[in-house]
């Protein structure tokens, strides 16, 4: 995923909105960033195994999941210039769920790295997530077969590194793990 000018100026949530040469953007601190063509099979069979255990979980309580494309805008009370598509995320404040995307951090935000997105998954994301609040923030290797899980705790993240042959608990909802077996299992 490049950082990609139209031209000197910074964007906001307005500017992305407009845009409809149906290429997927994601608008960090006002900066473009196309994102990749469609992800690989590995990638897809992952996210599929990962977003059926936390849905089975969360059916008929009040966190939702969702999975990409859908916007999040981690600061939309503000300048509006930052708006990201995590490939899975868990909400449980409904007041920021929109009808085009969510208005604030999600609780929990994965993000499943492939080759042109592994570096501003573990960086830039990282950071962004860090700042705006997000309370567990996973980065899931589908190559490697790891899961590093980043728990907020006192402005920082707690790192905690899981495989495939682990059952990872999820931290913003208690009784809840995952059975990375069945994750990395394509």
């Given at each position: 995923?490049e950082?990609?000018?139209?031209?000197?100026?910074?964007?906001?949530?307005?500017?992305?909105?407009?845009?409809?040469?149906?290429?997927?953007?994601?608008?960090?601190?006002?900066?473009?960033?196309?994102m990749?063509?469609?992800?690989?099979?590995?990638?897809?069979?992952?996210?599929?195994?990962?977003?059926?255990?936390?849905?089975?979980?969360l059916?008929?309580?009040q966190?939702?999941?969702?999975?990409?494309?859908?916007?999040?805008?981690?600061?939309?009370?503000?300048?509006?210039n930052?708006?990201?598509?995590?490939?899975?995320l868990?909400?449980?404040?409904?007041?920021?769920i929109?009808?085009?995307?969510?208005?604030?951090?999600?609780?929990?935000?994965?993000?499943?790295?492939?080759?042109?997105?592994?570096?501003?998954?573990?960086?830039?994301?990282?950071d962004?997530?860090?700042?705006y609040?997000?309370?567990?923030?996973?980065?899931?290797?589908?190559?490697?077969?790891?899961?590093?899980?980043?728990?907020?705790?006192?402005?920082?993240?707690?790192?905690?590194?899981?495989t495939?042959?682990d059952?990872?608990?999820v931290?913003?909802?208690?009784?809840?793990?995952?059975?990375l077996?069945?994750?990395?299992?394509?």
């Amino acid at each position: 995923m490049e950082a990609i000018r139209k031209d000197d100026r910074l964007y906001t949530y307005a500017d992305y909105c407009a845009w409809d040469d149906e290429q997927r953007y994601e608008l960090i601190d006002g900066i473009v960033f196309a994102m990749a063509p469609g992800p690989t099979s590995a990638h897809q069979r992952t996210s599929v195994n990962l977003l059926l255990q936390l849905a089975t979980y969360l059916k008929g309580k009040q966190c939702k999941v969702f999975h990409a494309p859908y916007d999040v805008r981690l600061n939309a009370d503000k300048e509006d210039n930052t708006v990201v598509q995590p490939d899975i995320l868990v909400i449980c404040d409904p007041s920021i769920i929109g009808v085009a995307g969510c208005k604030g951090a999600p609780d929990m935000v994965v993000e499943i790295t492939s080759p042109s997105t592994a570096r501003r998954d573990r960086t830039q994301k990282f950071d962004l997530y860090l700042k705006y609040g997000v309370r567990e923030y996973w980065i899931v290797d589908p190559d490697t077969k790891t899961v590093s899980v980043h728990i907020l705790r006192d402005g920082e993240y707690i790192i905690r590194a899981y495989t495939d042959a682990d059952t990872a608990p999820v931290h913003v909802l208690e009784g809840c793990a995952i059975d990375l077996s069945e994750v990395f299992g394509l």
